[in-house]
């Protein structure tokens, strides 16, 4: 039955002049051109091209990306059943590659083809094909490949097939390349989708080995590829180390499988620092096989930092021709992404080893400085203590030279004492080392004491007031006497002109003790008021530049205060005085 179709088919194109065939040639390329998608193109060729010319084998051929070949596409059942289906060949074999490569057509008897290949023309001998006819469609400047019929008849095809055929290839190639300009845009805006995917993962982490396995993963997932390996280069530069692998046969090789730089298409790559882009494997002599492969193309591409290789990303495909020249340019981005997420994990991994060497140095810093500013205590205690008797002596009272310098010995010696003492206090403090010795505390005697400590003119009056229910606190008592002392010493030397110092001690809510120390000096401007407690803060103002100090006491008081779980603020107006403030818990069982 449905060889009688075909007899009645042939039957009635041949009987068709070229008016009629160029009507139904019209009728079929309107079908084709409603489609967008290549296998809906070559559905309509197989069904429609019947109508249009004699033949049992219809074959379209299309031209690599490479321009190096072509891959058969069979659209007859006669033409299937050769099973040149999808295979590749060289543009120097066959009618076929003449064709595409002279870019003329071609109509004779098989037997008589000047170009006759075994592996193509050979196979539709085999099924009883006797005449061919092989035209050349290009769109433009664009070739696309070739169109080839083939019939079992004696008669050789006609001028009029000739024409027709040309006319249809022209036809075909205007629709398959827009067919492939569609799905070229396609695949590309999901490729940059895939990309900036990536770039967000690349850039979501600072470890390498996470960073090159989720980028592995990552485009093996979006790009569907078959196998996606990422390696890294060995220090001594001899061999590649794999990182990263997803896909196929990500259990083959374990990690940190080593490659040596001289074996393989990824050796090249990376002695060259060029991309290799294979499309057949089996002709390459690169090409490093392993049991397991079924690798048929492969895309090996440099990974630079600076224009120093440090890795490959490689990619494999189960299919010939899998890659074009767009798939380079897309990879080559990722690969520039991903030199820079190295970039940026190399650098913080550098960083985060500085500051640890820093830290370690730091500690030895405070260790030294702890040794040292204690062992000058004690023989400075002994100047100060020598210096103060000697000073009481009535030779020393009788001759004013003598005193002055004495004074000036002791003075100096005593602002010493309060450096070491107060390098003393930072070492501890950074080092960790405020150990609280908590005790219950007499105030007006820990208050009486720090006033004590301090040197104080006769310019200035020193008042307290002590509330009675805050009589006793627990607190440790070395250590807030060291606050308020550092802070009347504050108040003293921040008011040159002299002036009240009060220090109140009261409840401060039902579980808090407040002290403030408060003075009518040169007071502080708002903008100054927040670094005050910051380590080595000083205000930088023409009103204190004679004053001497470290910027020290202040911090050394804010820490101390948060160690007993308290806090110290200031309030202060500028050219009128300043209060200091401390709360700390009250300690009651
Ligand atoms: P130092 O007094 O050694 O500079 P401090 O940490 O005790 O260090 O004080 C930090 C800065 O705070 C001082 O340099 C000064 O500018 C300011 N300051 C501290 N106390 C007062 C105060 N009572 N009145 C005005 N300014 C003060």
Request: net charge negative.
């Amino acid at each position: 039955m449905k060889s009688q179709i075909n007899n009645e088919t042939k039957n009635l194109v041949r009987g068709y002049n070229l008016i009629q065939r160029l009507s139904t040639l019209t009728e079929i390329m309107l079908q084709i051109d409603a489609v967008e998608d290549k296998s809906e193109i070559y559905d309509l060729i197989r069904a429609e091209t019947k109508w249009l010319i004699n033949c049992e084998v219809i074959a379209i051929a299309i031209l690599s990306s490479l321009q190096n070949s072509y891959q058969i596409i069979t659209l007859s059942s006669v033409a299937d059943a050769t099973g040149l289906n999808e295979i590749y060949y060289s543009l120097e074999e066959g009618v076929v590659g003449w064709v595409i490569r002279n870019q003329s057509s071609m109509k004779c008897q098989l037997d008589d083809s000047p170009q006759f290949s075994q592996m193509l023309e050979g196979r539709l001998k085999d099924f009883g094909i006797k005449n061919i006819l092989v035209v050349p469609i290009k769109s433009g400047q664009h070739k696309v490949g070739a169109l080839l019929f083939g019939t079992i008849e004696d008669e050789e095809y006609t001028d009029e097939d000739l024409i027709t055929a040309q006319l249809y290839g022209l036809q075909i190639a205007v629709a398959l390349t827009n067919a492939s300009f569609v799905s070229d845009a396609k695949k590309r805006i999901s490729q940059i989708e895939s990309i900036n995917e990536i770039a967000r993962i690349l850039n979501s982490t600072l470890n390498i080995d996470e960073l090159l396995v989720r980028t592995a993963e990552a485009i093996y997932k979006s790009f569907n590829y078959f196998d996606v390996t990422i390696f890294l280069l060995s220090e001594n530069k001899t061999e590649l180390i794999l990182k990263a692998h997803y896909g196929n046969y990500a259990d083959f090789l374990p990690k940190d499988y080593k490659q040596d730089i001289n074996e393989g298409i990824i050796g090249w790559v990376a002695r060259h620092g060029e991309y290799a882009l294979v499309n057949d494997v089996s002709q390459d002599p690169r090409y490093k096989s392993l049991e397991y492969h079924t690798t048929r193309s492969e895309l090996a591409l440099p990974i630079k930092l600076e224009n120093i290789l440090v890795g490959i990303l490689n990619i494999e495909e189960k299919k010939l021709y899998a890659f074009d020249e767009m798939d380079v340019i897309v990879l080559q981005t990722l690969c520039e992404q991903i030199a820079s997420a190295l970039k940026n994990a190399k650098l913080f991994e550098e960083v985060k080893q500085a500051n640890k060497k820093l830290k370690e140095l730091d500690t030895m810093k405070s260790e030294f400085l702890g040794i040292v500013s204690h062992d000058f205590r004690s023989p400075l205690s002994s100047i100060i203590l020598a210096g103060k008797s000697l000073l009481k002596s009535e030779d020393v009272q009788k001759n004013e030279k003598f005193k002055e310098y004495l004074h000036l010995i002791v003075e100096q010696a005593n602002r010493l004492n309060q450096l070491a003492e107060d390098t003393l206090s930072i070492t501890k403090i950074e080092s960790g080392q405020v150990s609280l010795s908590l005790k219950v505390v007499n105030t007006e005697n820990l208050v009486k004491e720090a006033i004590a400590g301090v040197r104080v003119s006769n310019r200035h009056k020193i008042h307290y007031h002590i509330e009675e229910n805050v009589s006793y606190i627990k607190g440790d008592p070395a250590k807030l006497r060291q606050v308020v002392q550092n802070l009347v010493s504050n108040a003293v030397k921040y008011s040159p002109n002299g002036g009240n110092v009060n220090i109140e001690v009261k409840e401060y809510g039902s579980d808090k003790v407040l002290f403030s120390v408060s003075d009518e000096g040169i007071g502080i401007k708002p903008e100054h008021q927040d670094k005050l407690f910051l380590k080595f803060s000083r205000v930088d103002l023409a009103t204190s530049k004679n004053i001497k100090g470290t910027g020290l006491g202040l911090w050394i008081c804010k820490e101390i205060v948060e160690a007993h779980e308290g806090s110290i603020w200031v309030e202060s107006e500028y050219g009128k005085g300043s209060t200091f403030k401390f709360i700390i818990k009250k300690y009651e069982d």
